[in-house]
């Protein structure tokens, strides 16, 4: 009696191993047509032509400002002279800018911010919420010397006449709280893109996590949320600082066009921001080739200074994007 023995199962075939496209498969632009060739070589022209420009100026700057820029402008005021030698520096300006900057976006950052979670995490009412998105777009789009034009007749009233100088009941409106005020404006839609690019780059799970142990709303936002949303806010805010100190239309407008500090009554700091003063992009308005002072070597000079100030700024974002990259992204 022979004795069966059962045959196990044939085993499957072995998975085909996954391939590597090929460099055939991958389309070059050997294959395109003559008018997308021509599309190609025309965005490349047009990219090394941006970066040529870009270079150009800052290695223009960079060589006219070293050869005329002296440690003594940094801490000396502008005074009168009949020579560049005898006009002093421009330390009022490197102060005035510095001022301007803080104020600027210590208005715009927390507007920006509380504008850009009620946008993103509420949005209620919808119309409101549409009408607020028109708005900053339409203060993105409106010209600098718009704003100053706007904030003269708002800083020339009476009621404000406390935040300028004021004489027999006529308020000049010049102060460096109007300027700041008004610059704020110019940073707020930047600070509101990035903020809003941040939180809306959460993806909505964590929330709802956040919803599920108990928390609020507003917990939620201010210890979950903002946290998560750091880079992108303090990139906005670098970004809006950038445009505030480079912005000269309402410098010019409502901060005035003297070299120097022009403070308002006894009472320190306020004498100073009630008054009137100036920054380097004014400082370099005027003593251009063709401005009122005539002092080209100096301007130059206070030009290479603030062209420095703006290269730190996107230096520091690009350390920020990348420090928030080293840390990782959400996973959907």
């Not at 800018?97 to 715009?108: D, E, P, Q, R, W």
């Not at 708002?154 to 404000?160: E, P």
């Amino acid at each position: 009696m022979e004795s069966s023995v059962a045959t196990p199962p044939p085993s499957p075939p072995p998975a085909p191993a996954p391939q590597k496209p090929t460099k055939d498969a991958i389309e070059g632009s050997a294959t395109w047509q003559l008018s997308d060739r021509i599309g190609l070589a025309i965005c490349w022209a047009l990219g090394l032509l941006f970066c040529a420009i870009a270079v150009a100026i800052i290695v223009y700057l960079l060589i006219q400002g070293l050869s005329y820029l002296k440690p003594s402008m940094l801490v000396t005021p502008a005074t009168s002279g009949f020579s560049q030698s005898q006009t002093g520096g421009f330390s009022d300006a490197l102060i005035g800018t510095l001022i301007v900057g803080t104020m600027g976006i210590a208005i715009a950052l927390p507007v920006g911010v509380g504008v850009a979670i009620w946008l993103v995490e509420y949005g209620r009412p919808a119309g409101l919420a549409r009408l607020t998105e028109s708005t900053i777009e339409a203060i993105a789009g409106i010209p600098s010397i718009v704003l100053a034009l706007f904030g003269t007749v708002i800083f020339s009233s009476t009621a404000l006449g406390f935040l300028s100088r004021t004489s027999e009941g006529v308020v000049f409106g010049r102060s460096f709280f109007a300027a700041a005020t008004m610059l704020s404006l110019v940073a707020l839609p930047l600070v509101v893109a990035s903020t809003r690019e941040g939180l809306n780059a959460i993806p909505q799970h964590v929330r709802e996590a956040s919803y599920a142990v108990g928390k609020t709303k507003i917990a939620t936002t201010r210890r979950i949320l903002l946290p998560a949303a750091r880079p992108q806010v303090a990139t906005g805010a670098m970004l809006g600082l950038g445009r505030i100190i480079g912005d000269t239309a309402i410098i010019l407008v409502l901060l005035g066009a003297t070299q120097n500090f022009a403070p308002v009554g006894n009472t320190f700091p306020l004498n100073y921001l009630r008054g009137a003063g100036t920054t380097l992009t004014n400082f370099v308005y005027e003593a251009s080739p063709t401005g009122n002072l005539n002092q080209p070597q100096k301007a130059y000079a206070a030009a290479f200074v603030l062209l420095l100030m703006v290269l730190a700024l996107n230096a520091a974002v690009d350390v920020v994007h990348r420090r928030a990259r080293k840390v990782g992204t959400w996973s959907h």
